[in-house]
């Protein structure tokens, strides 16, 4: 049997200032999702571990990117990733959806010149950075040298694992562009090839790392 001093949180969430955790009461309303809650306009604030945590949700908010070089603005769910909003939202469909458990690759793209899994990153975590997909790689017509070193060295087959190496490569490269034979092996690591075309790919990286791209 239990009373109503068993849970001071319970009782009164707020009376407690120095309380880091989040109430009973509290969280119930923030993971509750009801059919008569409309579109959030902002986010609320609660209290958590000490700090002064934003919640948004559980329905639409507003969201503002910055994707090769353009503004894009969606309303969106706070649960939504990255790799969704691109694809889905954007029409920005080069990172593949293969996956979908960060593991693979397929749907890497650069955000703030760093190499991510799409999958793994929320759309709304990506807002006010600068993100680089696949699409952006290409001037007018003309091939991103890694892009034509895996023509060049027939480093594709089905294609879905591309994307993501090209991105990679890229990243890759821009950090070590004088590349040898086993730092490429352990630079990307992090992707993989269902076809198995990793000499092919090697040799790409090889191709614009001895161009000194």
Do not use: W
């Not at 009801?34 to 959030?40: I, Q």
């Not at 948004?56 to 070089?69: D, L, S």
């Not at 890759?172 to 004088?178: E, I, M, S, T, V």
């Not at 092996?185 to 790409?204: E, W």
Request: aromatic share 6%.
């Amino acid at each position: 049997m239990r009373n109503d001093n068993d849970d001071e949180n319970l009782k009164n969430p707020t009376d407690n200032p120095e309380n880091p955790g989040v109430s009973r009461r509290d969280f119930l309303k923030i993971s509750g999702i009801s059919a008569a809650v409309p579109l959030v306009a902002g986010p609320r604030v609660i209290k958590a571990a000490g700090q002064r945590v934003r919640v948004y949700g559980p329905g639409k908010v507003p969201m503002e990117f910055a994707i090769n070089g353009k503004s894009y603005k969606a309303n969106l769910e706070p649960r939504v990733t990255l790799l969704d909003a691109l694809r889905d939202e954007f029409e920005l469909t080069g990172a593949k959806r293969v996956c979908d458990r960060a593991e693979c690759g397929a749907c890497t793209v650069l955000v703030d010149d760093k190499p991510v899994y799409a999958c793994a990153m929320l759309a709304i975590e990506a807002q006010h950075k600068a993100i680089t997909t696949i699409e952006s790689l290409t001037r007018d017509g003309k091939l991103h040298p890694i892009q034509q070193a895996f023509v060049d060295n027939d480093a594709s087959q089905c294609g879905f694992c591309t994307p993501g190496f090209v991105v990679a490569c890229k990243a890759f490269l821009d950090k070590h562009p004088h590349a040898g034979p086993e730092e490429i092996r352990r630079g990307l690591s992090g992707n993989l090839c269902r076809c198995g075309t990793y000499a092919g790919i090697r040799k790409a990286i090889a191709q614009v790392a001895q161009k000194g791209a």
